[in-house]
């Protein structure tokens, strides 16, 4: 076996002085470069972070208020209405005893019996309103009636001047035994004012007989009643084909319990105020139904009023439940407008005048048509300087 041969190692070759080690890592360029990369993205990231939550800080803080301007707070809006309006009243010069503010404590709806206010007036009023914060409207919705609302349209206040009534002309004492007391209800009315100031500008009694599904029903009545007149609730009832024929939503009708009925009534009083009794509108089926007649009664004698039978249909309960029940009963005599035109209507307002001459006292309905007020406006002052009595519905239950 040949002797191994002693390994020897290879001379190291040094490199010349000055010359830089060799690189690790075997390939160009190397990796020395990565950890700055890396280091350059977290600080991206964390500035990033920084700007996200400084913004969401900033979101959170309510905006700083410009300097020099006044902190703007919110007002009873109610409570400022009412001081512009009574403002009003001070610089018209009405009178403390013309003014009526229901409720009293904080009322919200004004009557003014005195003259309205002149245009110039107004339009301050106006003014003033809508420099409040928020800021309020004045409307006229109808002539006579202005209205203060917010800027969601609820109306805060309303103000209502009435016009009195033209009081009769001065005549002679009318012959005796030629008079007679004669009551007409007008039916219908609620829908606006221009058909009731034409009626009290008539000046002698008229009988409002008022709607209360209608818009201005509530603002009817406070002018009627402030006035002198006597209201009446017109109050719907089932006729003969319904539901072909439609009395409207609020109708009482003979498919409703006795509680229902009552309730119901209670809740068509409730919109129409200073009612002294109620008479049907439509109804030719309801006062034939003695056991609804009965709970409409029972209602009535509770609240004291009294009852009108229009006479709509022949075979009518009215007379006879409303007797069982104590409530004072009366039946119209005449229909004045039946034919819509004013002679006719005329003729029929000269004979309930007789009629009332012959029985002493005679009922008569009708409607707020142009032609029915005009000749309203042309025969009641004529008729009562004859010497006929023209009262409210209720005068005529006085003597029989």
């Known amino acids: 076996m040949p002797p191994k041969r002693p390994q020897t190692k290879k001379p190291v070759k040094k490199s010349p002085p000055g010359a830089k080690p060799p690189k690790k890592g075997g390939k160009k360029g190397g990796t020395s470069r990565t950890p700055w990369r890396l280091f350059l993205l977290l600080l991206g990231c964390a500035l ?92 006229t919705p109808e002539d006579g009636v202005l209205a203060i609302v917010d800027s969601q349209g609820k109306t805060l206040l309303t103000v209502q001047y009435l016009t009195a009534p033209v009081p009769p002309k001065a005549t002679l004492p009318p012959p005796a035994g030629t008079g007679g007391r004669v009551a007409i209800i007008v039916d ?28 201005h029903a509530t603002e009817v009545a406070r002018m009627a009643h402030a006035a002198g007149q006597e209201v009446m609730l017109h109050a719907p009832m089932e006729p003969q084909g319904y539901p072909v024929v439609d009395p409207g939503d609020d109708a009482l009708l003979v498919s409703q319990t006795d509680e229902a009925l009552r309730s119901q009534l209670r809740a068509l009083l409730g919109r129409v105020p200073h009612v002294a009794g109620i008479n049907n509108h439509m109804g030719s089926r309801f006062t034939e139904d003695e056991r609804a007649m009965t709970a409409v009664m029972a209602e009535q004698r509770g609240q004291g009023l009294i009852f009108d039978d229009s006479l709509t249909s022949g075979p009518s309960v009215g007379t006879a439940t409303a007797r069982q029940a ?11 407008d039946n034919v819509a035109e004013v002679e006719p209507i005329v003729r029929e307002i000269r004979r309930l005048a007789d009629k009332a001459r012959r029985n002493g006292g005679a009922l008569g309905i009708c409607h707020p048509y142009p032609e029915t007020i005009k000749a309203l406006q042309q025969e009641l002052p004529r008729l009562a300087a004859q010497g006929v009595r023209f009262v409210p519905v209720s005068e005529l239950l006085k003597g029989g």
């Not at 707070?73 to 010069?93: F, G, H, K, M, Y």
């Not at 829908?191 to 500008?201: E, P, S, W, Y």
């Not at 009366?330 to 229909?335: I, K, N, S, T």
């Open 48 to 139: 990033l972070l920084a700007g996200l939550v400084w913004l969401a800080r900033r979101e959170e803080q309510p905006p700083a208020k410009p300097a020099g301007r006044p902190t703007e707070t919110r007002i009873d809006q109610s409570a400022a209405a009412r001081e512009q309006l009574e403002a009003l009243l001070a610089a018209s010069a009405v009178p403390a005893g013309a003014i009526t503010r229901e409720p009293a404590d904080r009322p919200r709806h004004y009557q003014i019996r005195h003259r309205s206010p002149s245009a110039k007036t107004v339009e301050e009023l106006r003014q003033r309103l809508r420099r409040l914060v928020p800021p309020l409207v004045l409307s």
């Open 188 to 215: 219908d009315l609620g829908r606006g004012l221009k058909q009731a100031k034409q009626l009290l500008a008539i000046g002698q009694p008229v009988t409002f007989a008022i709607l209360a599904i209608e818009p």
């Open 326 to 336: 104590g409530v004072p009963i009366l039946r119209r005599d005449v229909f004045l």
